[in-house]
Nanobody
Framework: QVQLVESGGGLVQAGGSLRLSCAAS????????MGWFRQAPGKEREFVAA????????YYADSVKGRFTISGDNAKNTVYLQMNSLKPEDTAVYYC???????????????????WGQGTQVTVSS
């Protein structure tokens, strides 16, 4: 059974930093990409960042490029999201996910993932 467990969320002032972690189990993750999404109240879930283990390719949403960094430890099946220069608009529940086995959709789409963590709240105060 695939399980994803996020941690590291919290309350931070604007301009501050947080590091999210996502520990994964139940799948050979070296064959799958991992992604981070976020969802603010009343808004749709949106793509934040993704990483392909096989090629080390990395993708970011324009809104976080230059401020967030995704990385991973393949040996630990853990993905990280380092978030710097946080803004109030970054406030959301952050989810990690693992790429769908079907590969039907791109990594920037939530349909491109088949397993999700429970989410961790990030709140940025102004």
């Amino acid at each position: 059974q695939v399980q994803l467990v996020e941690s590291g969320g919290g309350l931070v002032q604007a301009g501050g930093s947080l590091r999210l972690s996502c520990a994964a189990s139940g799948r050979t993750f070296s064959s799958y990409a991992m992604g981070w999404f976020r969802q603010a109240p009343g808004k749709e879930r949106e793509f934040v960042a993704a990483i392909r283990w096989s090629s080390a390719s990395i993708y970011y949403a324009d809104s976080v490029k230059g401020r967030f960094t995704i990385s991973g430890d393949n040996a630990k099946n853990t993905v990280y999201l380092q978030m710097n220069s946080l803004k109030p608009e970054d406030t959301a529940v952050y989810y990690c996910a693992t790429q769908s086995a079907s590969r039907r959709f791109g990594l920037r789409e939530f349909r491109g993932y088949d397993y999700w963590g429970q989410g961790t709240q990030v709140t940025v105060s102004s």
